[in-house]
């Protein structure tokens, strides 16, 4: 059952379609990939979806409701939460006081001051950052600042998870840990969005991929159909990728 | 830092303010009128720099409306509160001219909250300097008018206005500060965007923080009124309402609440002192010293005493710990 679905969806930026005619759905409970080359229109998939930037061609429905023309906040209450590929943390406040401001305002309710905190705690913990609650942002490593982004997506307590190039700039050891900590989110009964050029994180997580080029879908299926499709393998790929598999 | 010194500091804070308080609120008995209408005039700049700071410390948004606020005050009391006739008691007034700045700073913000940085800083500041030409304008043309007079009120009353105003003000701030809300207004400083995608309403809150910095602002212009007697569109939208606030934040710093009292009280007596004994010097010395502050204490005065604060509190916590021996074998 599909969680999210776009139809026709097309945003210009002066004469250039970032995103063009593009269907697309989200299976409650999948990991579902989006591939393509630099350019193609991914992250800016990804600010239609979060409501960063406005689009009017074509519809977005989460959980069958209407998300043209809502903020990004109240996209954020009804369940869509989403990592940045530029960290934006709040450079100047302790990670912990980051990762608060998820857990009080993120949720429709209203959240009391002991449970954001506990909220706040657990999901520090979940990514591991719980020896750092104290250090402000700016002082962390790159894969820290990805978790504290993570920690405080996990707060606004989403169904479904956007997550923009999660494990660029991290070393081996990092992606896999990263792999590790997307795949327990999951097991969580949280769907996954993502954005990603670590080939090994796609083929290893995702039940589904789906490619963009120049705004447009190219393809979309397994893994499988993905690395032996001619075109993906042309544009994107390229033909070592593909004798490797 | 142990227990001992935390419910020391708990108890020791609160006990401080209250004897401030205090002195405050016998202040007329024990000093001169004259004097006392130089305290008020210190409290009038403390509670500006404070209402600028609810708002723009946190976001980062340069507010230069605050003239305008306090000038909307200004002509509220001379309207409602004229020598020819008083239409409300002064404490109504009083709020009626707040809630006039405060709905101004709704529509403002309506406008240019979305504008970021030096264009929200520009705007703001244009519809103070075109508030004054308006005023002048419709004052001279449709009113027939210069300027208009305020009724009289004793100097002690104006006195006890201003300081229930700055306590008001500063559990404000103080309350936004350690709510969600100033969490939020911090996030929106630090990266406007990402607060919003974590369900933080940013215009909204935006806008009603705005307004609430405006509230303080324009009740403070309508309990200023007495004691300028005279209000006209020069005076009462003058630049230096706009300025001198941003410049005492700067100056007590912004970090802890104290900051802007601070330094509204020592460089708003600095000004006072100058502009009487030294009123050639007044600018240079006033400007020196200020630059002096912005070069050397970029956080401000009250940077300076958190730094030596916790210098303290380190040196004493190591003193505790091993004693003057060990802690040379320590270096």
Known sequence: MPILEGQDVTKFFGGLAAVSHVDFHVDQGEILGLIGPNGAGKTTLFNLISAAIPFKSGEIRFKGQKLNGLKPHQICKMGIARTFQQTKTFADMPVFQNVLVGAFFGSPNRVSWADAAREASQAL??????EMKTTPAKDLTLVNQKRT?????????????????????????????AMELVTRIRDKGITIFMVEHVMKAIMGMCEQIMVLHHGEKIAEGTCQEISCNKQVIEIYLGEETHAGN | MNITTLTSKRFLVPAVLLLVLVLLAIAPRLIGLDHINIMTDLIMWGVLAVSWVIFSAPTGYMSLATGGFFGIGLYTSAILYAREGVLLPLPACIVVGGLFSSCAALAIGAVTLRLRGIYFAMFTFGVVEFSNRFFNWFELEIMGVRGRNVAVVDTATLYYIALIIVVAVLVTAY?????????ALKGIGEHEEAAAHMGVDTTRLKILTFAISAFFMGAMGVATGPRV?????????????????????????????YGPILGAVSFGYLRYYLITRLPYQYMLIFGITLVLVVVFLPQGVGGLIQRVQNRLEGLITKLRKGGPAEQHANT
């Open chain 2, 175 to 183: 309350l936004i500060r350690r709510s969600r809300y100033g969490l």
């Open chain 1, 149 to 177: 982004e993570l920690a405080r997506a996990l707060t606004t307590k989403p169904d479904l998870l956007l997550l923009d190039e999660l494990m660029a700039g991290l070393n081996s050891t990092e992606v896999s840990e």
């Open chain 1, 125 to 130: 913990e979940f990514v591991g950052l719980s």
């Open chain 2, 229 to 257: 007697f005279y209000v006209d569109p020069t005076t009462a939208f003058n630049a230096n309402y706009t300025f001198l606030p941003v410049l005492m934040a700067l100056f007590g710093g912004m970090g802890q609440l």
